[in-house]
């Protein structure tokens, strides 16, 4: 489990690595908002050599977008399908009960399989140049605003640090505890649904109760260097845009306004 | 940010920390074809040992995690509405659990055996139903932007959510019972003035 990656990031000097994690975060899901615009060939190839753009743009290979679609396959086949013999309309090409194969179920599974390849092919592109961190970083920088809500944002910022400075840590204290258990003749995956799920009691406890202890310590330590927290506290890592950013930014603009011109 | 709003907060991180590296544990309960999310067991035990508005922001916390280091990379996001839905959202909402925190303490206090089992299930079925509520609101809207028209996007979402949810809960409840039963003081923070008001 130690050998596990964590997130899926692929180091790298490319324009995209460089750019600003919260210019990336904000483009992905802008793309996956803009990408409903496209409803006919020529707004789908628009969005097709955008994408390949950008991932030229990544120097990382294409391969690797590929493996990406992999873990969703039969969720996005299951969706073709029913897209393919289920819509009506069009030239009839063949019928059997309630499946029909038509000419608008065959353009509109066409549709819905190139939007999800390039959906997965531009989170992938966020995932594989973007560290977790300065993702998380920048998730933080978005919570920003929602402070005039009352949303305790300094909280959330201060939390999201410390979870994912200890993922790796208890990931490794799992394993740990795991194999002390089944060297202590626990058997995790043998025996009726119950009892495997009881066989997760053995392992839950010391790693709650390491936990609970862990937490404790890192409170107490945090007190006793007198951490405050809340609003003006200096951050380790500072992020700041680039003009790389703002072309980014209006690469988009103009993606949209062709989208809406096109379709 | 106060001593007792601090040892809260760290202990609501380190949970939301432990819930995540727990997703990444082969699951081998229940059927291959529906997820379990054995996370749900830190953070149900949290809510129910620290009150609903902690356990909001550490499943919050962990719905962030998840999104940042699977989420993504997973092709989770499909649709910007289902995705704020399905991971910030559902995943705090595990806090929930939290309302029947005033209840367990006072039953482990009385030595109430009965009592406590009940919470326990109380809380595990207010956690599981809420998250898997806004994972069939969210699976809704993927499959009414995904789906053929006139098929109906809200049975396959039940459907889909539905079989999780049921062996989800299951899986909480039994494991929160076995530890409320063997290990009640892990539900009763040391210090019982940290408990936080609902």
Known sequence: MNKLLIGRYIPGNSFVHRLDPRTKLLASFYYIGIIFLADNWQTYLVLLLFTLAAIAMSKIKLGFFWKGVRPLIWLILFTVLLQVFFTQGGHVYWHWGIFTLSQYGLINGTYIFVRFVLIIFMSTLLTLTTPPLALADAVEYILYPLKYVHFPVYEVALMLSIALRFVPTLMDETEKIMNAQRARGVDFGEGSLMQRIKSLVPLLIPLFVSSFNRADDLATAMEARGYRGGEGRSKFRILKWHAADRWVGLSFIVLTIILIVLR | ?198
Request: charged share 10%.
């Open chain 2, 1 to 198: 940010m106060d001593r007792e709003q601090l040892h809260i907060g760290v202990e609501g991180a380190i949970i939301a920390a432990l819930a995540m590296a727990l997703e990444y544990v082969p699951h081998t309960v229940g059927p291959s074809a529906i997820e379990v999310s054995l996370g749900l067991v830190p953070l149900t035990l949290y809510a129910l040992r620290r009150g609903f508005r902690p356990a909001l922001l550490s499943g919050l916390i962990w719905g962030i995690l998840d999104l940042v280091l699977r989420g993504f990379s997973t092709g989770g996001v499909l649709n910007p509405l289902q995705g704020f839905i399905e991971y910030p959202i559902a995943f705090a909402a595990v806090g929930c659990a939290g309302l029947a925190m005033p209840g367990l303490h006072r039953a482990i206090q009385a030595h109430d055996h009965r009592k406590m089992v009940g919470y326990s299930i109380w809380g595990a079925f207010l956690a599981v139903i809420v998250k898997y509520f806004f994972h069939f609101l969210a699976g809704a809207i993927y499959w009414g932007s995904y789906a053929p028209k006139g098929m109906n996007a809200w049975l396959y979402s039940l459907t889909i959510n539905g079989g999780s949810a049921i062996v989800g809960f299951i899986m909480t409840a039994v494991i929160v019972v076995a530890l409320v039963v063997t290990m009640p003081q892990l539900f009763m923070p040391k210090d019982t003035q940290n408990v936080a008001a609902i």
